[in-house]
């Protein structure tokens, strides 16, 4: 079964400090991973998106990782900032067998960062 | 500056009533979706058009309906048998299904059965 799992499901920190999350998906043959940004009450905005020959990619203090052997990436925030309080939304892209498209979402990590 | 627009930003339904969200996007994107959000789950897709005048059914599509009569306009009806209507509704759009196309959002409509 294809499927996008998420860990931790929820997330505080100090402002100023690292953090990791994680993605761990099912999803086969495996297209693209995207993390997305999702402020309370609001849509979801895009922060990478990795193909099966990236490693890494970077975009300001976030820096996403992807492991398609065993099928796991990571979103790492560098010094985070108040503003970084939000969830974060793992969501994978497989081709199916009609050609077309399916995008899985993970059911996010709510992180919330205290001064 | 071009985006997606969804209205309206809260909505109260009554039992046994349809209601419509609108969603408006100004990005000339040919392909739009609409997914519901509940706590604790991933976003799971409900109807999606990829061209004007067609749109399929996503995997929870039951309650619901959709039209697309311009390419610009995606509006989805919450029907009465919808058994469990409220939750946080987004509409997106893509330029067309390439697997690279990212989504853009709207803002989110979160509907509350009273």
């Known amino acids: 079964k294809n499927q996008v799992e998420q860990s931790p499901q929820s997330l505080i920190i100090l402002e100023g400090k690292n953090c990791t999350l994680q993605?761990?998906?099912?999803?086969?043959?495996?297209?693209?991973l995207r993390w997305y940004k999702q402020d309370t009450g609001r849509g979801p905005v895009s922060l990478t998106i990795?193909?099966?020959?990236?490693n890494t990619k970077s975009n300001g203090r976030y820096t996403a990782t992807l492991d398609a052997d065993t099928k796991q990436s990571s979103l790492h925030i560098t010094a985070s900032q108040l503003s970084d309080s939000a969830s974060y939304i793992c969501?994978?892209?497989?081709?199916?067998?009609?050609?077309?498209?399916?995008?899985?979402f993970g059911t996010g990590t709510r992180l919330k960062v205290l001064a | 500056d071009g985006g997606i627009t969804q209205s309206p930003k809260y909505l109260f339904r009554k039992e046994g009533q349809n209601v419509t969200l609108s969603c408006e996007q100004n990005?000339?994107?040919?392909?739009m979706y609409w997914y519901r959000q509940d706590p604790g789950q991933g976003l799971r897709l409900i109807y999606y058009?990829?061209?004007?005048?067609?749109?399929q059914k996503g995997d929870i599509a039951e309650g619901y309906s959709v039209s697309r009569e311009k390419k610009e306009s995606f509006p989805l009806t919450v029907t009465s048998a919808q058994k469990n209507p409220t939750a946080f509704y987004l509409c997106?759009?893509?330029?067309?299904?390439?697997?690279?196309?990212?989504?853009?959002f709207g803002s989110g409509t979160r509907l509350t059965v009273v």
């Open positions: 997106a759009s893509r330029p067309g299904d390439r697997a690279n196309y990212g989504y853009t």
């Open positions: 993605c761990n998906y099912t999803v086969s043959p495996f297209s693209n």
């Open positions: 990795m193909t099966f020959s990236e």
């Open positions: 969501v994978v892209t497989f081709l199916l067998t009609s050609g077309t498209y399916k995008y899985i």
């Open positions: 990005l000339n994107h040919d392909a």
């Open positions: 058009s990829q061209i004007v005048n067609d749109f």
